[in-house]
């Protein structure tokens, strides 16, 4: 079993930044990529972003330029660094991770975020 925790989360104005943290423990060994997705009301669940365990990053196309994805193999936490807020950001943001099959097995409890204009 992996757990997942994430963090940072909260209310900015448009424009402004946040840092979302997910923090991994448990049997991690069979994690091959981690991932933030978001859901905000009354949408479906969306990929934001990926990195694979080797750091290759994909980024969805809306939050390309604005959106970072990272990690910190040493500390086994991922990171979301969010630039340049808009209104349409605002969802509940969940951490991932994916097991050697492929599947995003793994998920956290989620944490909002909220962007006001």
């Known amino acids: 079993q992996v757990q997942l925790v994430e963090s940072g989360g909260g209310l900015v104005q448009a424009g402004g930044s946040l840092r979302l943290s997910c923090a991994a423990s448990g049997n991690i060994f069979g994690i091959n990529a981690m991932g933030w997705y978001r859901q905000a009301p009354g949408k479906q669940r969306e990929l934001v972003a990926t990195?694979?365990?080797?750091?290759?990053?994909n980024h969805a196309d809306s939050v390309k330029g604005r959106f970072t994805i990272s990690r910190d193999n040493a500390n086994n936490t991922v990171y979301l660094q969010m630039n340049g807020l808009k209104p349409e950001d605002t969802a509940v943001y969940y951490c991932?991770?994916?097991?050697?099959?492929?599947?995003?097995?793994?998920w956290g409890q989620g944490t909002q975020v909220t962007v006001s204009s």
């Open positions: 990195i694979t365990s080797g750091g290759n990053t």
């Open positions: 991932a991770a994916r097991d050697s099959w492929l599947i995003w097995k793994y």
